[in-house]
């Protein structure tokens, strides 16, 4: 970027008054919010809302004015001049992070997701979109520090007046905007947190982002292609276009797993949205923390499609009649239900619609008429026998069946019996019930499961819920189980309900089980989705060949789309070399990304005896720290190595953290396998890629996703033979 440009000076006086109206706008909110604090607490109803309204909208305010560091600028565009005076033209926006206006409501920054700001991002030579001028800022806080400018005309576009370095004029198989400022974006050193890429946004990432609300977007990314960080924009940019319903309705943003959310917590927040809910897949039900692991028959039982039926019949088990005649006291009077009255009450209310819990009150019902009518008849008896001369009951025959409820409701033997027939049940209970019964999975999977799929989800019996192991697989079966079971009291306490919402974006999709994938479709109201992953890195238990697998179970309410992201930004074409030829036994089927820069570095390659490993991977580590100074250094490995590199690193004195413990804010991260998919690093240290294939679900895609997570640097570390797909025979 040119940093003696002519309009330097000009463009500093602009974003200076932009920041100095920012400042304003931040004392307005702040003083409106003072005077609502400073109001009586006391007063109408109407009148204590309305300072609540203030006190949160001018809070939601401060949220989005605070930008910190961020640049609140970072472009202008000037459209060409128009031939016909009835069309305007020759207009000059600066395109930011917020729309900033002046004394007079001028507008002196466009928010970046205005229609008017489409241009700065999808503009090329060929498609000019009306633009004489695309202008780039490097800015750091409030400083101007550079300026580079894309001139269009004549089909053609020019990049600081030299047309040798655009990249977008339609000729290259790239068209990248801003090619400078691109590249100075990418070459900065990483963090522990992903940053937003709203000044640096190429076309066919903008194209994703302004899609349109409704439907299912399935988005199919590569490493690097920046699909999580476009989806991340899209639900920033669709609350800005849609905000009246999306405000009301929230967005929800879907995580592989806890570590992933830390490291995508703040991209939102710094586009001026707060209130986006943010969740791993896990914790969509809340009712329970996965802690266990299953094996792999049991994994894969648990996420497959047919347990919704096999859930179906464990509760319809648990809906039975008796196994014996029940005698209930009352009074003088034994009132009996005989096994086949029960069983007659059961399949009466097994014909009703409703959720298990919820028809519990029907059978009640029922029952307390059964009893009635029992109640009845035996009044009637003992009057004949006292008409005989005998001696009576002293009872009534005029007690309504509500009377005979009211006396009955409660009493042990009226519980048990409704307990027997049809008890209310957790989610929780029905499935370690179901678990730890071989009789009750055989019967819930009787030609649905074969018997080494059934008895595979056997295990003992825990002492207490607190105990048990539930494992990831578990959450969307308790999910499903809260759907058939409803509420356990009745009206359903807020907790119980499943909240949907308007739009739901849906990160790393393709580890997902079709269990998985249903938890989703019954949180969304109108099947509005953004769907992102990438087939070839698909590394659980279910790994779809194509996205017409993971949409079968996704909302069908439109016709999907699928759209794909074909630009590595992060991985330097020497590392993605090297990964693409794992994916080419890995996934055939996929296309690699084409990377946008070359790194300079080679992979390297460290062969070592086994008793030599853990130290060199901790010298090698602590070497790449030194040399990425403030930059990030990941060693990669399998759970099973986990530990002993833990000690190497301590015993070397390098600085490092493991997720759990630190997130990724230490200078080097210990991270295994299953965890990396989704992050970025300076550096990467990927120890013995011959474990990765042979321990993870799938192997050689795992060994993909591993290898590209560097954005600078790539070792190997190694004491068994690397595997052939590398094409390395002498490890080096």
Not at 101 to 127: K, M
Not at 365 to 394: D, F, M, P
Not at 479 to 501: S, T, Y
Request: with cysteine.
């Amino acid at each position: 970027m040119a940093t003696t440009h002519p309009d330097l000076a000009a463009e500093q006086a602009y974003l200076a008054r932009a920041y100095e109206r920012l400042e304003a706008m931040r004392q307005a909110a702040s003083s409106r919010l003072g005077e609502a604090l400073g109001r009586p607490g006391k007063g109408t109803p109407q009148s204590l809302t309305e300072r609540d309204i203030v006190v949160r909208t001018s809070l939601q305010r401060l949220e989005q004015l605070d930008i910190g560091d961020e640049a609140l600028c970072f472009g202008r565009i000037d459209s060409a001049p128009s031939e016909d005076p009835a069309v305007p033209g020759g207009e000059s926006f600066h395109i930011g992070r917020l729309a900033i206006s002046g004394e007079d409501q001028e507008p002196l920054v466009v928010d970046w997701r205005a229609p008017v700001a489409e241009p700065f991002y999808r503009a090329t030579g060929r498609h000019p979109m009306g633009l004489r001028l695309r202008r780039h800022f490097a800015t750091h806080g409030p400083h101007l520090l550079g300026i580079e400018d894309e001139l269009f005309g004549a089909g053609r576009l020019m990049v600081d007046g030299d047309p040798d370095k655009a990249s977008g004029d339609g000729t290259g198989v790239l068209e990248l905007s801003g090619p400078e400022a691109l590249l100075t974006a990418l070459e900065r050193g990483r963090s522990g947190r992903m940053r937003d890429i709203v000044a640096t946004v190429q076309r066919e990432q903008d194209e994703i982002i302004r899609a349109p609300l409704p439907g299912v977007l399935v988005v199919q990314g590569g490493p690097g292609t920046g699909k999580t960080a476009v989806a991340l924009h899209r639900a920033a940019y669709l609350l800005y276009t849609y905000r009246f319903p999306l405000e009301r309705q929230g967005v929800l943003v879907v995580g592989p797993n806890p570590l992933f959310l830390r490291y995508i917590e703040f991209v939102l927040p710094s586009l001026g949205e707060t209130g986006v809910t943010l969740t791993s897949i896990d914790g969509l039900f809340g009712g329970a923390r996965a802690t266990g692991d299953d094996g792999a028959v049991a994994g894969r039982v648990k996420g497959d499609v047919r347990m919704v039926k096999v859930l179906a019949r464990a509760v319809r088990d648990r809906q039975r009649p008796l196994t014996r005649q029940a005698e209930i006291p009352f009074g003088p009077l034994v009132l009996r239900v005989s096994v086949e009255a029960s069983a007659s009450l059961v399949a009466a209310v097994r014909r009703r619609g409703g959720t298990h819990n919820a028809r519990r009150r029907q059978l009640e019902n029922l029952l307390y008429r059964h009893l009635h009518e029992r109640y009845t008849e035996s009044i009637e008896r003992a009057r004949r026998v006292e008409l005989r001369g005998g001696t009576g009951l002293g009872e009534s025959a005029d007690r309504s069946v509500d009377d005979l409820a009211d006396a009955l409701r409660g009493q042990p033997a009226v519980v048990e019996v409704l307990d027997r027939m049809w008890p209310i049940l957790t989610p929780l209970e029905l499935l370690h019930d179901l678990y730890g019964a071989k009789p009750l999975l055989r019967s819930a999977g009787r030609n649905i499961l074969s018997e080494e799929e059934a008895l595979s989800l056997f295990r003992a019996r825990s002492r207490s819920f607190d105990d048990i192991a539930w494992t990831s697989a578990d959450m969307a079966l308790l999910d499903e189980a809260r759907v058939l079971l409803g509420a356990r009291r009745q009206p359903a306490r807020e907790k119980d309900e499943i909240r949907g919402f308007g739009h739901i974006v849906v990160d790393e999709a393709q580890d997902l089980s079709p269990m998985q994938l249903r938890m989703l479709t019954r949180r969304s109201l109108g099947g509005s989705m953004t769907v992102v992953g990438d087939v070839a890195q698909a590394t659980g238990r279910w790994a779809p060949k194509q996205w017409d697998e993971v949409l079968a179970h996704l909302p069908s309410k439109r016709d999907a789309e699928v759209v794909e992201l074909t630009v590595n930004y992060r991985t330097p074409a020497e590392i993605m070399e090297l990964a693409t030829r794992v994916l080419a036994v890995a996934a055939p089927h996929v296309r690699a990304p084409e990377s946008v820069r070359s790194g300079g570095d080679e992979p390297m390659f460290c062969p070592v005896s086994a008793g030599e490993l853990a130290a060199e991977v901790a010298r090698v580590a602590g070497a790449e720290s030194e040399a990425m100074a403030r930059g990030t250094v990941a060693v990669i490995a399998t759970r099973s190595m986990i530990a002993p590199l833990r000690e190497a690193l301590a015993a070397a004195g390098v600085d490092f953290g493991e997720p759990a413990a630190n997130g990724l804010d230490a200078p080097v991260t210990l991270v295994p396998v299953d965890v990396v998919k989704g992050l970025e690093f300076d550096s990467v240290v990927v120890v013995e890629p011959a474990r990765i294939t042979a321990e993870a679900a799938q192997g050689l895609r795992a060994l993909f996703v591993v290898l590209t997570r560097a954005t600078r640097r790539l070792t190997v570390v190694h004491a068994e033979p690397l595997p052939e797909v590398l094409g390395i025979t002498d490890g080096r």
